[in-house]
Structure formats: C-alpha cells, structure tokens
C-alpha cells in the first residue's frame, strides 16, 4: 500500500505529515511513500530530499490523493478534500470530531476510514502517538519565546554597571504538557516562575523543574486527571470563586502570564478576567494558548495580537506549533509513523484496523461506512494515582497493645531461632569430633559477632548491600586472627594474606561511600 502526503490547504500551516527519515521508517514497514510536491517546503525539506530517500514526489494534489490508499494530513481536511475520499483510503489527520458533523457525514457517505489523531487515547502505550502532547509540547515553549519577544525587559535578573535589573515573574496556568513546557523554558531562560493547576498531584512536577506552585485556601476533592483522559475536569463554582481570587492578588506582581487551560470538547474556561488585565503592569505580556477554543483571558482576539489600554500585550496566535514547523513536522510525522506501526503488526505494508486495539478505536472516527464517534472507554485505564489509603489514628492504649503484641512476636520469633540452632549445633556435637565442633564455635561465633556489629552502623556510612560485604569481610578477620598465631608458616602466610585483603575490602568501601556522599552535599 503507498502512504500519501499532500501540501497543506490551511492558511499558513507549515507542517507536513511525513519528512523524509519517517518515510524511511514507513518503508521499512512494506509500505510505498508519496509526497504532493512543495508538501515539505516550509518545514525546510525539499522535495530532492525526499526523492534521496525515496519518496515518490507528485506534481499535484489530485494525483497525490488518486494514487494513494493511505492519506497523511496535519490539519482537519476541507470540503475539497474530503471529495477525494474513497471507500479503499484511509484518512490519518487532526480531525476534529466533535466539532466536525459534516466532515464526519462526508467520510461516512464515502465509507472511507478515518482516524483522528487528536483522539489517541491518552494511556501509557498509546504515548508514542500522541500528537496533542507533541504539539502541546512546542506550543509551550514558543508561548515563552513570544512572551519574551513582546516583554521589554531580560527574563534572569542581573547586575551591571548600568544598574541592578530584576528577573520577570512568569505566571503560567495550567501544568499540563505545554504548561509543563513553558514552566522548563521560563525557569531556563532565569524567570521566577509560578504555575497553577487544578490537580494538586502536579504540584510535584512543577516544583521539580524549578517553579513555585501557586496553592489555593480551598480544599475540593478533585477527579483523578486519568477518569478524563489525562486532563483537568471541571471545577465547582466555589474552587472557580477562590481561583479568581488568588489571580486577582497576583495579577499585579506577575510581567507574563501564558495560560494554557483547556477541557476537551468544551469552551476554554474564562480565567482571565477583564479587571485582571487592568490590575498589570504596563509591558506585560499575556500569551493565551487557549484562544482557538475561545480564550482563558477575557479580552483575547484569536489569531491577533492587541494592545490593551494600559499597555498589555494580549497575543492570540493558534499557529504556535506551526511557527517551529521544522521541528512540530519532525514530531508529528514520528506519531504518524508509530501509529502505522501499530496498524501493520505484520509488517508487510498492508493495514490491519483492529477495532479490538484500544488505542487504534479510540482514534478512530468512521469505519467501513459507520460513524464510530465518541468511542467508548478504553479496557486500559490512562495512568491514575492510586487513592491514598487513609490509616485510622490509635488511641494511646491500642498504641501500647500493638507494641505489645510485635514484642512478643518478635521474642518468640528469636527464642525459636535460637532453640532450633542450639538444638541443631547439639546434634552435630554428638557424631562430630571434638577438634571439628571447637572450630566450629568460634566460626559461628564469629559470624554472629561480625554480623551484630557490621549491621549496627548507620546506613548514612555505607549501603545495606556494603553491611553485607562487610559482615563477611569481618568473619574472614575474625576467622584468620585465630590462625595467624599458627606455629605453621603457610596458615600465618594465608592468615595474613586473608587480613590484609578483607582490611582493603572493608576500609575501602568506606572510603568510596564517602566519595558517593560528597557529590550529593553542597560545598
């Protein structure tokens, strides 16, 4: 079967669904690549890059689409488009399926298969395939890049000659995957960074890439992000009430905020409120990557950059992963390229649309002639925490009775061990010879001894697994310090050998825990 990519039709997509290392990938899968000429011209690959890798170029989109049964597309198909559908080509693309009932009916009518990449279930293995992410990710991180070329003023505090110049406070709202994205590119760039989310599991995340989470007086039981296919799910009026307000006494510290909430299928929450972006600075910069959905901040005009009266740079742009195409097509082709992976398990360059294949139904939007649109949920549920088991408090006396109760079991537990190789070490003395149970003594002495005090030093000195190596090492001393007194020049030679060489075990592994330690201290 031969794979398809046509050039773009959106007004300024520079994306392509396909570059030439991805094809190079789809071939080793048995398929045949074509490409519409100029697909890859501004994403910086050229059509004699893709004839290098062997990819059939096609002068136009009619032929393109005539002569492949697999079509690749980035954005969401126009009307156009959808007319060359057929009832032997499958469709892989941003679609936007709840948003989209004719497109949906076209593909029906045509009985072409369509999958929607945009509905990749979001569980572990499906993290290959998911555009979203890939998108989000950039998305993120061009939001601080835009930020920072409306901001006035450098990210990283500094001091100079000229004077003293303060770092920007970043506010970003939403941890998700662009959030995430835009928190590590403003804390790299030196901002003091704030994030805020409605999951408090997140909290975490962020405070491990070097930003400060924003917390709520409000304690609401939130749902796990998992039962909603890995993203926030709507807040209560009051949590809604108390988040307005932590905006509104930060909205005149911050110098940038990038907003980047969004709930699936529904317009993005407003939380930006008008009042907050006259309570700003003059010079700051809003970048609100929810403004194809509507906008979280009251004022956005999608696709626009606006100056608010008080001198806010509102910027609107939903072309974000666009304007880094070179690096968004190499992502993206890379989801395309694994989803196809899955689709041919055998490898022999013909699709298998297992409708039984979590990941490839629930991408999937119309199949053979029916609309499969929303799918149902997926056997395997998207990566949730574990609730937290709540341990009751013990009173005083339940406390007492379970120290009690694990003192005796553990005593009864020792007198057992001690009774059984007491009365084990008795049945060996009875056949054994004297000299042999004499040896004997001293070497389970020795092991008890070597064992009681290696396992007695703290752990901030050495590893458990070094106790171990250790207490061993400490039984061969023990064993050759009664030896080396031998009036036998070979034992004193082996005993000595046997000292030294434990010694080198034992005080070097001390000396290399040590080492260890001191990277992780600060000097």
Not at 35 to 51: L, P, Q, R
Not at 234 to 248: H, I, M, T, Y
Not at 405 to 410: G, S, Y
Request: aromatic share 6%; net charge negative; hydrophobic share 50%.
């Amino acid at each position: 079967m031969k794979i398809g990519t046509p050039k773009e039709v959106f007004d300024g997509e520079n994306r392509v669904a396909m570059t030439p290392d991805s094809a190079k990938q789809l071939m080793k899968l048995g398929y045949e690549c074509a490409v519409e000429a100029g697909a890859g011209a501004n994403a910086g690959f050229t059509d004699a890059a893709y004839e290098a890798a062997g990819v059939e170029v096609h002068k136009t989109a009619a032929a393109l689409w005539k002569a492949s049964d697999i079509v690749a597309k980035v954005r969401q198909p126009n009307a156009a488009e959808l007319k060359r559908l057929t009832a032997d080509k499958t469709l892989i693309s941003f679609f936007n399926p709840a948003g989209n009932d004719d497109g949906m009916s076209a593909a029906k009518a045509k009985k072409a298969n369509v999958i929607a990449m945009e509905m990749v279930p979001r569980i572990s293995r499906a993290q290959k395939m998911d555009a979203l992410s890939s998108m989000a990710n950039i998305a993120g991180y061009r939001a601080v890049i835009e930020a920072g070329n409306n901001f006035g003023r450098f990210f990283t505090g500094q001091i100079t000659a000229a004077g003293k110049v303060p770092p920007a406070k970043v506010l970003v709202v939403g941890a998700g995957v662009a959030g995430l994205a835009a928190i590590g590119t403003s804390t790299s760039l030196g901002a003091i960074t704030l994030a805020f989310d409605v999951r408090p599991e997140v909290a975490e995340q962020v405070e491990s890439m070097g930003a400060e989470f924003v917390y709520l007086d409000f304690e609401e039981e939130q749902a796990d992000g998992a039962a909603t296919g890995g993203y926030a799910a709507v807040s209560s009026p009051e949590f809604r009430d108390a988040q307005l307000a932590k905006f509104r006494e930060l909205a005149p510290e911050v110098d940038i905020v990038i907003t980047t909430a969004l709930i699936p299928n529904r317009e993005a929450p407003e939380l930006w409120t008008e009042d907050m972006v006259a309570a700003m600075k003059p010079g700051s910069v809003i970048v609100d990557l929810a403004a194809e959905k509507g906008g979280n901040c009251k004022l956005t005009v999608m696709d626009e950059k606006i100056v608010t009266e008080n001198g806010v740079t509102i910027i609107g742009y939903t072309d974000f992963p666009s304007r880094m195409a070179s690096q968004a097509s190499t992502l993206y082709a890379t989801n395309i390229r694994h989803m196809m992976t899955d689709l041919t398990p055998e490898k022999d360059g013909q699709i298998n649309h297992d409708m039984e294949d979590d990941v490839i139904r629930g991408a999937t939007v119309t199949f053979e002639g029916d609309i499969t649109f929303p799918p149902p949920p997926p056997k395997v549920a998207a990566i949730a925490a574990k609730p937290k088991e709540v341990v009751p408090e013990l009173t005083r006396e339940e406390q007492l009775a379970a120290e009690a109760a694990a003192f005796k079991a553990q005593t009864k537990q020792q007198v057992t061990l001690l009774g059984v190789g007491g009365a084990l070490i008795l049945l060996l003395g009875l056949v054994a010879p004297a000299s042999f149970m004499q040896h004997f003594i001293v070497f389970v002495l020795a092991c008890f001894v070597g064992f009681q005090v290696i396992w007695g030093v703290a752990h901030s000195l050495h590893t458990p697994l070094m106790a171990v190596t250790n207490a061993i090492s400490s039984i061969i001393i023990l064993g050759a310090l009664m030896q080396v007194g031998s009036s036998h020049w070979l034992v004193i030679i082996l005993g000595s050998l046997a000292i030294f060489m434990a010694g080198i075990n034992i005080f070097g592994g001390f000396l290399v825990t040590r080492r260890m330690l001191g990277m992780f201290q600060k000097s």
